[in-house]
Nanobody
Framework: QVQLMESGGGLVQPGGSLKLSCTAS????????MYWVRQAPGKGLEWISL????????YFSDSVKGRVTISRDNAKNTLYLQMNSLKSDDTGQYYC????????WGQGTQVLVSL
């Protein structure tokens, strides 16, 4: 069955960095575009980044542009999100999701940006 598992979240100080990972299984990872989506406490879902199936196209929301890099290793079935210059507004639950219809989601990994 399709599974997505995020990892790499944690507590980080403002200005710090984190690298999130999403390990995929149960489907042909290299055939799908992939999303990173987050949900801040008490707020709705926000897509923050998107990458094409072979990694040659990437897109970012205005809220993270210039601070975040998305990448993937199709040989390892893994999606990454490198986040730099983190702000308190980046606090939230981060999810990876499959495909342009976001039909499968992981359970999420928590990011807390705080002193």
């Amino acid at each position: 069955q399709v599974q997505l598992m995020e990892s790499g979240g944690g507590l980080v100080q403002p200005g710090g960095s984190l690298k999130l990972s999403c390990t995929a299984s149960g489907f042909t990872f290299s055939s799908y575009w992939m999303y990173w989506v987050r949900q801040a406490p008490g707020k709705g879902l926000e897509w923050i980044s998107l990458i094409s199936s072979n990694g040659d196209e990437t897109y970012f929301s205005d809220s993270v542009k210039g601070r975040v890099t998305i990448s993937r290793d199709n040989a390892k079935n893994t999606l990454y999100l490198q986040m730099n210059s983190l702000k308190s507004d980046d606090t939230g639950q981060y999810y990876c999701a499959r495909g342009e219809t976001l039909d499968y989601w992981g359970q999420g990994t928590q990011v807390l940006v705080s002193l």
